[in-house]
């Protein structure tokens, strides 16, 4: 199989020229060793549910400087990200459940900026639990931000992003910023973009230590 088409079973050796971070000598209980996993220290960014990778592969394109990781639960989607991603070399993508890698996986201070970008607003209230952001996952982000860090989150659901901001401004080590944003296009933003659907944006920024 194509190094691009790759899943998270392959071996090691056919990740040699794949973005895809192989679980086979990586441990799903221990920190990842990301100076290992990019070749390179850089600051991280982190794109959480990053979709076909088009916002992550711009931007990573505009920030050769940075390191980005994609995170993603859908092979679909992680395949698409690769093939974006195949000729960039500041990116990695890992299939994994979002609030387990920023819990569990990513260690802690280590992400300078994460993205949300247009989390699935589950709108029936008895499916709020599947909802991404609780209490507990704006804790893990923030425990895995460094010092000023940023996290920025999108969506068109104005009830989903008052109860994200409500548990946002219950966290007191985050700062809601109002700043501009001129990040590139994703996916999803062109889509309820061309629906001139309204678009919230949450900024948040990591004002006290890890408690
Ligand atoms: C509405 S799409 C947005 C994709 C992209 N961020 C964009 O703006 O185009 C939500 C994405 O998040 C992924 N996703 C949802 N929940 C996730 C989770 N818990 N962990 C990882 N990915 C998740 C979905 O598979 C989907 O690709």
Partial sequence: MPADEGSLAHSPESFRDSRLIPDSSYSLTNRLDLEKIFGRRAPLHVDLGCGDGSFLCALAQRLPDKNFLGIERLSARIR?????????????????????????????????????????????RRHHRRRIVTPDFLDSVHVALEQNGITYIATDHLDYFRKIKEIAESIPGFAIEDRDVDLPQSRFRLIFEQRSAQIYWLTLRKVSPVR
């Fill in 80 to 124: 698409s990200s690769a093939r974006k991603a195949a000729s960039l070399g500041n990116v990695r993508l890992l299939q994994m459940e979002s609030s387990y890698a920023v819990r569990y996986l990513l260690p802690a201070e280590s992400v300078e900026t994460f993205y949300l970008l247009f989390p699935d607003p589950w709108p029936k």
